[in-house]
């Protein structure tokens, strides 16, 4: 058996194990075709069967109807931060932000480079310690383009419990670390995107979902791989699509299918989370969190210790035990443990058993 560790990291991030396996029995010789799926054309039928289903598995997760499109689009999230205004916001109007974290602040900064994007509602005061919750009392003009949110703040450790309130307004939401981590009401969207490096797949594909009469806004002068409906009439077939991250999207979608879909998946992540927050709050503030309880992220739980010293052992000593990942971003500082699908809660208990153990030691 090949030495894996508990991996914590933040994305790219822990892939499922059957995964992999299958990926390393398909390298070489590809479904009987005698190449590997890194060297067939995409306009092979081997190819195209691969990027049908991985679209039909995800819409399948989804439970999305045919009313959207799925698209594969390269460039990561953050082209989408920049995507999203060039398709949706036409000149003289303007769209909507709540801002959560660095990530929803950047694609708002991005948006403002070609549009009029504005802050509706912002936890910058606080350091991003919460998400807007029920009641949803922010002003929302019903003219406005869309309402942009971040659905789970990777580096401050926050998430929203609750879809936030759209009205009419279409609401487009960066997903990109808690997509596939739990059941989507894709009904109240207007646009999904996602990077597919947390819970969907490796780095290379990001993953959007659209509601159709939204491509009617895509301006007709955009450059086609820019525009969502020239992608979408291609059905991401347009130019040569990240055809390795997408087989790979489509192995972990059949593989969240069998566990028993994102009502499953969600139960397993909600356990691991709860495991990790039971002990921070059984530390008596050795540990302590970043985010407010009503706002705890189940994917990116982020914590500090009562020193930058003892963070800094904390992290020699955790990544010697093969906990690996546990370094805060660079901007937030402390402690991160990323709980994304495939980590196990078998490494959740050993990072768990690893803090109380710390805690006695140095506490
Ligand atoms: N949005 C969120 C919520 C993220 O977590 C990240 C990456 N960690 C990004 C956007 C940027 O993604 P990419 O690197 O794929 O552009």
């Known amino acids: 058996m090949p030495r894996r560790v508990h991996n914590f990291n933040a994305g790219p991030a822990a892939l499922p194990l059957p995964v992999l396996e299958q990926v390393q029995r398909d390298l070489l010789d590809f479904a009987g075709s005698g190449m590997s799926i890194l060297e067939l054309s995409h306009r092979s039928t081997t190819y195209e069967e691969v990027h049908h289903q991985a679209i039909a598995d995800l819409r399948m997760l989804l439970r999305g109807s045919e009313e959207y499109a799925i698209l594969f689009m390269g460039g990561g999230a953050q082209t989408q931060f920049a995507l999203v205004p060039m398709n949706l916001l036409p000149a003289r109007a303007h769209a909507d932000y709540l801002i959560t974290g660095p990530w929803s602040m950047t694609a708002l900064h991005e948006a403002q480079k ?11 005061n606080t350091h991003f310690d919460r998400v807007p919750t029920p009641p949803f009392d922010y002003p929302l003009d019903p003219q406005s383009a869309y309402l942009h949110y971040t659905s789970n703040n990777t580096i401050v450790g926050t998430q929203y419990a609750v879809v936030p309130e759209a009205g009419d307004v279409p609401l487009v939401c960066d997903m990109s670390s808690d997509f596939l981590s739990r059941p989507v009401e894709a009904s109240r969207f207007g646009l999904i995107y996602a990077g597919a490096q947390k819970n969907a797949g490796p780095a ?34 347009l130019n040569t699509p990240p055809v390795f991250a997408i087989y790979i999207v489509g192995l972990v979608a059949r593989y969240l299918l069998e566990q028993g879909g994102l009502t499953a998946i969600a139960t397993h992540n909600a356990d691991k989370a709860r495991l990790l927050y039971a002990a921070i709050d059984a530390s008596a503030g050795f540990y302590r969190g970043l985010a407010q309880p009503h706002s705890r992220s189940l994917m990116n739980v982020t914590f500090r210790l009562p020193t930058p010293e003892l963070e800094t052992r904390f992290l020699t000593a955790s990544s010697a035990a093969d906990l690996i990942g546990l370094q805060g971003h ?7 443990a990323s709980l994304y699908n495939a980590v196990s809660l078998t490494s959740v208990q050993a990072l768990a058993a690893f803090m109380e153990d710390f805690q006695q030691r140095w506490g």
């Not at 660079?330 to 991160?336: C, F």
């Open 114 to 124: 070609l549009a009029d994007a504005r802050v509706l509602w912002s936890s910058a």
């Open 330 to 336: 660079r901007t937030a500082g402390g402690l991160r």
């Open 204 to 237: 290379g594909v990001t993953i959007v979902v659209v509601r159709q009469d939204l491509l009617e806004r895509c301006p007709a002068d955009l450059p086609s791989p820019f525009s969502y409906a020239q992608v979408a009439a291609k059905n991401s077939l």
